[in-house]
Each structure stands twice: as C-alpha cells, then as structure tokens.
C-alpha cells in the first residue's frame, strides 16, 4: 500500500524527536498489540525482547548470567542484546544501541532489533504508537491492524462473506482516486465527515474477533465478493437515504447493502 505523505512526516517526527522524557507507547506486531509496556524516549522506542520474540513466534529467550546478556535463538539465528556494551548482535553481526534491563525485563530500541531480524517498523499515527511487520509476514502489520478492527466494528455478527465484504470495501476505496489512499486513510477519513460510525463511536478501537482478523487477511490475499462496491449500510441502523439517491445498488449480504 502506497503511504500517505502524513503518516512519512509523522514517523519522521516520531524517530528524529529530541531529547524529552520517556512515555509509554504501544506496539503491534504483524496486527497484534504487544503485551508488557513499551516507552518511547528522544526518539527512539524501546521495547521488552522477549515479548517482542514472543510475538514474532518461534523464539527461546533465556539470560545468560555469565555473559549478563540476554539471548535469543530461532533456529540457526542467534540474537544476544548486552546491556553493558549496548550493543544487539545478531549472527555475529554487532548493532550499536541500548539496551536496559528494568524490572527485570530487558529492553531493546524496535526499530534496531526488528530490522537487524530482516523485518520493518513504522510510526503508526493513529495508535500514537509503533507497528512492527516482521520478516515472512504475509501483510503489511499496520493494514492488517487495521483492517481486521473495522471489519470487526462493522460486521462482526456477519458471516465471513460479510465480513469479507466490507473489507472488500475499504480495499476499493484505497484504489479508488475519490478516496485516500492507505487502509488507515479511507477508514479516519474526514473529508466530507466521518466515513465509519465506529470511529465516531470508538468501537474501531477494540480488539478484533478471529474471524473478522481472518476476513481481513483473506482481503489482503486477494479475496473479493463484492465487486467494486464502495459504500454499504444497514437497514436496520440507517435509512441510507444518502447513499439509495446516489449509489447504485449491487447486492445484499447479511445485514448490508452494498452499492457502487
């Protein structure tokens, strides 16, 4: 997806900030909120190692007491972050940065570990947080997070077609040139007033059900079962007065009606 020139300025902002001091943030990964507590200070997001291995899967994290380092294998890949030399090595590859231990926790800069791990991590302005897409991941971390979350605000009584309908909707408004042009884009947007009652009523905000995160992953891979419909309503919440007089009706799933 390409990124709107905000969200650029934004994680610039967000990486390059100067020295102040440290505030709690959150961190998703690949679509999940990271457990524990991150902080981001002058710039930089620390977060702990060991939840942040967690959450990218096939991880043993232990701490050396010889070393005082804590140490991490996947495989073949050996991860070793030293508090006393801050330095992060990866496969014997040494990457300057710090690294603390707090409440017995050690703490690792994201950015650094995820990239050094072959993944990526951005800004995400509309957590006020991080999001980490890991190395193999299927979907960019910051669309899936999202997309999964106003697909479950939406429709998460729906059945999958459903759910994967409204999905299917936002995907064509982002290719759409009447929209913007990010998933996160087409959902806040605020052009000719909010586009989603969930954002208006926080709900967008809430843990996704499976299935929706499913349905979401489904529309990222390419799954489509509603043409190019770009709006849709429910009967039972909405008149849809707007959107009968200028949309021409496609076809109804569920509770929704979806026009062009």
């Keep these: 997806m390409k990124k709107q020139l905000l969200c650029g300025l934004l994680a610039a902002a967000a990486l390059a900030l100067p020295a102040q001091g440290a505030r709690t ?14 902080y981001l200070e002058n710039g930089v997001t620390y977060t702990p ?17 010889r070393a005082q380092a804590a140490v991490a294998v996947s495989g073949s ?62 979907h960019d ?24 309908a409204v999905g299917n909707v936002v995907l064509n408004r982002v290719a759409s040139r009447e ?3 990010t998933i996160p884009g087409v959902i806040f947007d ?10 208006s009523n926080g709900t967008v905000y809430k843990p996704p059900t499976a299935q929706s995160v499913e349905a979401a992953r489904r529309v990222l891979a390419g ?15 909405s008149q849809g007065t707007w959107i009968n007089a200028n949309r021409t009706y496609y076809k109804t799933i569920g509770c929704h009606r979806f026009y062009l």
């Design 49 to 65: 190692l060991r939840y942040l291995l967690d959450a990218m899967g096939g991880w043993t994290v232990s701490w050396d007491s």
């Design 179 to 181: 929209f913007p042009d």
């Design 77 to 138: 890949t050996r991860l070793a972050a030293d508090p006393g030399a801050d330095t992060v090595i990866v496969d014997g590859r040494s990457y300057s940065g710090r690294v603390t231990v707090r409440n017995g926790r050690t703490y690792v800069p994201l950015r650094l570990v995820s990239e050094a791990l072959g993944g990526s991590a951005e800004w995400d302005p509309w957590i006020s947080g991080a999001a980490v897409t890991s190395a193999g991941a299927d």
């Design 190 to 199: 605020r052009v000719d007033g909010v586009q989603f009652e969930p954002v």
């Design 223 to 237: 799954e489509q079962v509603i043409g190019k419909a770009l709006y849709f309503y429910a009967p039972t919440l």
């Design 141 to 164: 971390a910051v669309d899936l997070y999202w997309l999964s979350r106003i697909i479950s605000a939406e429709s998460g009584g729906e059945p999958i077609e459903g759910q994967i």
């Design 25 to 38: 943030v959150p961190v998703q990964v690949d679509g999940t909120r990271l457990v524990g507590t991150s």
